[in-house]
């Protein structure tokens, strides 16, 4: 079916194919951008997010000699800051070590920090055409489906098999071509909810489709229970001649939304019944000291879904009557309201600090 398959699979696709800004380039630098952007990222709201991007840093140059503000500030939204993080590192390797261009083979992309199996095999494929498949949930879809497939898809061994599959299918066809279309055809025609199986080019040769189980595939590992994380803010505001001024705290540590700025916090184990009760916490004094301050209404309850991770937050309005002093300020940055829009922040910050017109954030 090899031959067969990836025919049908090319007609279909240069029947069917959006137009994506990323389609037909063979730059390496747009096809890793786009590649990565697109990790967790709906391809509508990607398209945005590239267009700005390319926009700011154009080529690989550009992007090794922007600041980490200015890669995150573009980020803002996207989530999963570690992705900007090994965007930055890899584009400093590559115009250091490599003169500005991209090495062409797997295993030497696969040594760039945030290149993995897929995007490493995107790059090589589609820049370089080289025989890699690309293997993403898209592409496990159509393949489990078509041929019942029930290795598990997050296994090394599941990888192994798809990968080999992929690879088997793809034969002497363009690879670029192949793997785009493949991708493509799990997104379009073979949906994991409503597959499309009535028009379905595949629709003689799929299994899963023969014996009416098209939503047994892919094969899934159990997941564990999501974790939950309690965050209360402080949102301080301090006033000095007519200006109004808040403090953020940046997030250093390995944890989610390293980088990002937040306002103070205190994170609980557990959902307080009275949000007001944070203030009875001695561990607000690492913030305020001594310092008088007054407290307003909390917000109600903002949620934020992570990969696997459910955060609750509520934020707490403190007006200052004199800044922080020296001993509590030293973790925080005093920032002007009317700046405030020039700090990345994790997406339930944003909303609360739009919701309560504190800034206005423009949509992506
Ligand atoms: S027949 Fe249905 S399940 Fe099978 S590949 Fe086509 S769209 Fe997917």
């Known amino acids: 079916m090899n031959g067969d398959f990836s025919e049908k699979l090319l007609l279909w696709y240069s029947q069917n194919k959006r137009p994506l800004p ?25 398209v945005v997010y590239y267009e700005h991007f390319l926009e700011a840093f154009p080529d690989i140059f550009a992007l090794a000699g922007a600041s980490a503000r200015q890669v995150y500030k573009l980020w803002q939204g996207l989530g999963y800051y570690n992705r900007a993080d090994n965007l930055m590192k890899t584009a400093k390797i590559i115009t250091g070590q490599y003169g500005g261009r991209f090495p062409e083979d797997y295993e030497t992309l696969k040594t760039l920090p945030g290149i993995g199996d897929y995007t490493a095999a995107a790059i090589a494929s589609m820049a370089f055409d080289k025989p ?15 041929f019942a497939l029930e290795t ?36 379009l025609q ?36 999501a974790g939950r994380r309690f965050y209360y803010y402080f949102v301080i505001r301090f006033e000095s001649r007519g200006e109004t001024f808040f403090y953020l705290k940046k997030r250093s540590r390995r944890d989610i939304w390293r980088n990002l700025y937040t306002f103070p916090d205190i994170e609980m184990p557990f959902a307080l019944e009275n ?14 000291g001594t310092v008088p301050f007054s407290a307003g209404k909390p917000s109600s309850l903002y949620k934020q879904q992570l990969t696997h991770l459910s955060v609750s937050a509520w934020f707490i309005p403190v007006f200052l009557h004199e800044p922080l002093n ?17 700090f990345p922040v994790p997406r339930i910050t944003a909303r609360y600090l739009q919701d309560n017109k504190i800034i206005h954030v423009k949509e992506k």
């Open 22 to 46: 990323w389609r037909g380039t063979q730059n390496p630098y747009k096809i890793w951008i786009s590649e990565v952007i697109l990790q967790q990222t709906r391809v509508r709201q990607g």
């Open 132 to 146: 890699c498949a690309v293997v993403d949930g898209n592409v496990y879809r159509v393949l489990s489906r078509i």
């Open 152 to 187: 598990p898809i997050h296994t090394s061994r599941g990888k192994k098999e798809f990968n080999l599959l992929a690879r088997k299918l793809m034969g002497d066809s363009p690879p670029a071509g192949f793997n785009q279309a493949l991708m493509e055809f799990g997104a």
């Open 190 to 225: 073979c949906l994991p909810d409503h597959p499309d199986c009535q028009t379905c080019i595949f629709h003689d040769q799929c299994l899963a489709r023969a014996s009416e189980r098209q939503s047994d595939f892919p094969v899934k590992k159990k997941k564990n229970p």
């Open 275 to 288: 949000p007001m009760d944070i203030l009875t916490m001695a561990e607000k004094n690492r913030f305020f």
């Open 326 to 342: 020296n001993e509590t300020k030293n973790s925080l940055s005093l920032v002007q309201q009317n700046q405030l829009i020039n």
